[in-house]
């Protein structure tokens, strides 16, 4: 090869190199951005852990503890806020009016943003007053969002870790854990009627009867068409066609004040 061709690869390289260096600095800075606003969620801006309601079961904090009225001025879509103990899952919920696939790339203070937000959709009402109301949130790799669902799979930790909590400016519900298993990428609100009640039992006699390595089913919880059910979903590493879902159960629903 002549001295004018080994130029000619000598740039090219220096140019993939280059490329190579700006693609992994833009992800380099893409995850300490999403790291700080992650940061500024779980610190105390908007919520307050220091004790327990003495009327309240344990692991739950009062509605009081977080301040909607804030969260509010900083993004109006925001309505809720979803909790699991031992997870990293302490983050508000939002919901587009326009697009239902808003908030998979806008952040809660509806910023562009690759962590994105959890949400629901407009196929679901805001009080949770649904059969089944889905939730939304991205699997990071950093562990943020609902990349903790997949603590789940682990069959301890799921024997162990039973609720789920959701507030609202008004209600505190508590949710049991049921169901943490893999399923197809459908959308589930499109795919079945809830509001049929022989729809909804016999979807949950199906999930209810799932057999995987990865599945766990906690056959003490009733769970029936006559109640209001969550279902948190999130992807599947390296499997663009399946979901991992934690699928819980309406137990308790309160006043936040």
Same mark, same amino acid.
């Given at each position: 090869?002549?001295?004018? !061709?080994?130029?000619? @690869?000598?740039? +090219?390289?220096? @140019? /993939? ?14 995850? %300490?951005?999403?790291?700080?606003? +992650? ?14 309601? *003495?009327?309240? *079961? ?15 001025? /900083?993004?109006?879509?925001? %309505? ?6 031992? #997870? ?11 697009? &239902? ?11 562009? $943003? =690759? ?13 949770? #007053?649904? *059969? ?23 069959? &301890? =930790? =799921? ?6 909590? @959701? ?16 399923? &197809?990428?459908?959308? +589930?609100? !499109?795919? =079945? ?5 022989? @729809?909804?039992?016999?979807?949950? !006699? ?7 390595? /990865?599945?766990?089913?906690? !056959? ?19 499997? *663009? ?8 159960? +309406?137990?308790? $629903?309160?006043?936040?004040?």
């Amino acid at each position: 090869m002549n001295r004018k !061709k080994w130029k000619i @690869v000598l740039c +090219l390289g220096i @140019v /993939i190199c280059i490329g190579c260096l700006g693609v992994f600095g833009w992800i380099t800075y893409r995850n %300490y951005r999403t790291q700080k606003e +992650l940061e500024a969620i779980s610190s105390s801006d908007f919520t307050q852990r220091d004790g327990e309601e *003495p009327d309240l *079961p344990e692991g739950i904090r009062h509605g009081d503890d977080i301040d909607f009225n804030e969260l509010q001025k /900083i993004n109006d879509e925001i %309505y809720a806020w979803i909790y699991i103990p031992d #997870t990293k899952i302490d983050y508000p919920v939002a919901q587009n009016a326009e697009d &239902d696939a808003h908030y998979l790339n806008y952040n809660y203070k509806n910023e562009p $943003e =690759f962590a994105g937000c959890i949400y629901t959709e407009k196929y679901n009402k805001k009080d949770f #007053t649904d *059969p089944n109301t889905v939730m939304y949130g991205h699997n990071m790799r950093n562990g943020s969002m609902f990349q903790n669902l997949h603590k789940f799979e682990d069959g &301890d =930790f =799921f024997d162990k870790h039973k609720n789920v909590y @959701v507030y609202t400016p008004d209600k505190i519900y508590t949710y049991t854990i049921f169901a943490a298993y893999k399923y &197809d990428n459908r959308h +589930l609100l !499109k795919s =079945f009627n809830f509001k049929d009640k022989e @729809v909804f039992e016999n979807y949950l !006699k199906n999930v209810l009867s799932t057999r995987q390595m /990865i599945s766990h089913i906690r !056959k003490d919880q009733k769970v029936t068409a006559d109640d209001r059910i969550l279902t948190l979903s999130t992807c599947v590493g390296g499997e *663009p066609d399946n979901r991992y879902l934690v699928q819980a159960v +309406l137990t308790d $629903e309160r006043d936040a004040k």
